[in-house]
C-alpha cells in the first residue's frame, strides 16, 4: 500500500485591467473541473465578507479610506480566507484565486502624492503579506497600455485610469522578477510565468492550461508562506 504525500495545487492568477483575467480564470476553473479536479475558486477582493463590503464601498467611491488603511483592509480580506485555502489544499482540492497578494502591492505601491512621490514605500506594502499560504504557480496575464487602449475603456471603479494602471504594470514585472529570482535561488517554491494576454482568447487560454496541467495530480512540496 502506498501512501500518497501529495496536496493540491494553489495557482493565482494576476494581471492588468483588459488582460481578459476574469475570462481566463473562468475558463480555467471550467476546464479543472471538467477534467475531474476537485477545484474552488477564490477572488479577490472577496466583497461578500464584513471587510470586503468596505473594500467594495472604497472601490466604487462610495466611501474614503486612508491608503494605508486600504491597504491593510485588502489585506485582511485575505488573510480571513488564508486558513480556508490551506484546509482546501491539504484536503486534495486545488484552489483558483482571481488576484492575491501581488495585486495589494502593486496597486497600493502604485499610489502617487500631488508632487509624484510613492505615497507608500514597496516595503511597507510587503510587510502585512508576509505569511500568506505561497501559490504554487502564479500566472502573469500582461498586456501592454496599447492593447489595453484597443480593446476599449477602463470601467468606473477607482485605480482604472490608464496611468495607474501603466504604474501597476511596472511594480508587477518588480514583483515577478523578485519571484524568479528568488525561485533561481532556492529561496521560494512559487513558479511566477509571464503570459502574454495580447493574444486571441484561445491562444492565452491553451498556454494557460499547458502551465496548469503539470500540477493538476498533485504537489510534493509542503505549503509555503510567503517572504518569510
Ligand atoms: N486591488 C485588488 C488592490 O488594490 N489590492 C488588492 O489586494 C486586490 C486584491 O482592487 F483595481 C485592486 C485591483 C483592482 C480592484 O479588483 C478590484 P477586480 O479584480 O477588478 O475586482
Redesign the pocket.
Known amino acids: 500500500m502506498s501512501i500518497s504525500l501529495k496536496r493540491a495545487p494553489f495557482v493565482v492568477i494576476e494581471g492588468l485591467?483588459r488582460s481578459g483575467?476574469?475570462t481566463q480564470t473562468t475558463r480555467l476553473y471550467d476546464r479543472l473541473k471538467e477534467a475531474g479536479v476537485a477545484v474552488e475558486l477564490i477572488?479577490?477582493?472577496d466583497?461578500t465578507t464584513a471587510i470586503g463590503k468596505m473594500?467594495d464601498s472604497y472601490?466604487r467611491s462610495t466611501s474614503e479610506l486612508d491608503d494605508r488603511a486600504?491597504?491593510l483592509l485588502?489585506?485582511a480580506?485575505?488573510w480571513e480566507l488564508a486558513s480556508t485555502i490551506e484546509k482546501h489544499l491539504n484536503a486534495g482540492t486545488a484552489v483558483i484565486c482571481?488576484?492575491?497578494?501581488f495585486?495589494?502591492?502593486?496597486?497600493?505601491a502604485s499610489k502617487i502624492t500631488p508632487t509624484g512621490e510613492p505615497a507608500l514605500s514597496f516595503e511597507w506594502c510587503l510587510n502585512p503579506e508576509k505569511g500568506l499560504p505561497a501559490p504554487d504557480l502564479v500566472l502573469f496575464l500582461d498586456i501592454t497600455p496599447e492593447i489595453a487602449r484597443k480593446r476599449g475603456g477602463y470601467?468606473q471603479?477607482?485605480?482604472?485610469k490608464e496611468e495607474m494602471q501603466f504604474r501597476?504594470r511596472k511594480l508587477f514585472q518588480r514583483i515577478g522578477g523578485d519571484v524568479i529570482a528568488e525561485k533561481r535561488d532556492g529561496k521560494v517554491n512559487t513558479t511566477w510565468e509571464i503570459v502574454d494576454a495580447g493574444r486571441e482568447r484561445d491562444i492565452v487560454g491553451a498556454e494557460l492550461w499547458s502551465l496548469v496541467q503539470p500540477l493538476v495530480n498533485g504537489v510534493e512540496s509542503q505549503l509555503a508562506r510567503l517572504w518569510i
Open positions: 485591467d483575467k476574469t477572488k479577490f477582493p466583497r473594500i472601490l486600504i491597504h485588502f489585506s480580506n485575505r482571481d488576484r492575491y497578494a495585486s495589494g502591492i502593486a496597486f497600493s470601467g471603479e477607482r485605480y482604472e501597476v
